[in-house]
Structures are given as C-alpha cells and as structure tokens.
C-alpha cells in the first residue's frame, strides 16, 4: 500500500494521507477549496470552490500515477441545496467524456465556515 502526502498544512493537522493506493485502486481524501498554503480558493462561488476541489483531485490523481479518466466514484458535500447546480455543472466539466457514478449529499457544515464544497473520489488504474 502506498500513502501519498500533498504537504498541504490539514493533512499533518489532521492525520490522513491525501491518497491511498492499494493495488489497482485508488483513494482520493475529502477536497476541501484550498490553495496549496492551506488558504480558502473560490470566494463565496459554488462553482468556483468546487473547480478548486477537483483541481486538487486531478492533482492528487497525478501524483498516483491515475488521471480523472480513471475515476469511478466521487462523493460530493455542499452546504446549500442551491449550490447543487453550480458544483455539478464544475462536477461535469470535469468528467465530460468519463462521468463517474455519483451522490451529492447536503450537509449542516463543513470543517471551515468559508466553504461550500468538498469533494472525495475514488479511482481504478492499471486496466488500459
């Protein structure tokens, strides 16, 4: 099994690897909207926060060895029922061409008041 670290400054706070690898699959962390120092990315934007989530899970991915084609699975969290829209029209963006099977469930809160998204997926790699 490998454990692969980002250094962003949550990760050691917390305790968890940004992803898990274990044979062919490959775990992708809850994404929250941070830039790579740990600060807030996307404003008061649904859509914006959520590019920012995904950004740090094509990152993720890469780091890997896996690609957003590889994803099977996302879970994705958002504060506001009325941002369902704006995260899934980044969600979509993102996966054109190789959408995975997704939930998109509404939650009371978040680990930092700012955000609105955060996303987690999962991935299969080695199969091409």
């Known amino acids: 099994m490998?454990?692969?670290?980002?250094?962003?400054?949550?990760?050691?706070?917390?305790?968890?690897?940004?992803?898990?690898?274990?044979?062919?699959?490959?775990a992708v962390s809850g994404c929250a909207p941070t830039n790579p120092d740990?600060?807030?990315a996307g404003g008061d934007?649904?859509?914006?926060?959520?590019?920012?989530?995904l950004e740090v899970i094509?990152?993720?991915?890469?780091?890997?060895?896996?690609?957003?084609e590889d994803v099977y699975r996302t879970r994705m969290?958002?504060?506001?029922?009325?941002?369902?829209?704006?995260?899934g029209r980044a969600h979509a963006e993102y996966f054109a061409g190789h959408p995975?099977?997704?939930?998109?469930?509404?939650?009371?809160?978040?680990?930092r008041p700012e955000w609105l998204v955060e996303i987690e997926a999962d991935a299969r790699v080695n199969l091409r």
């Open 2 to 26: 490998q454990r692969v670290q980002s250094g962003r400054p949550l990760e050691k706070q917390i305790g968890f690897s940004r992803v898990v690898v274990a044979g062919d699959l490959v």
């Open 38 to 40: 740990g600060s807030s």
């Open 45 to 53: 934007d649904p859509y914006e926060q959520a590019r920012a989530c």
């Open 58 to 68: 094509k990152t993720a991915l890469e780091t890997a060895g896996a690609g957003l």
């Open 77 to 87: 969290y958002i504060l506001r029922a009325g941002d369902s829209k704006a995260v």
């Open 100 to 111: 995975p099977a997704s939930t998109m469930i509404v939650v009371k809160e978040l680990l």
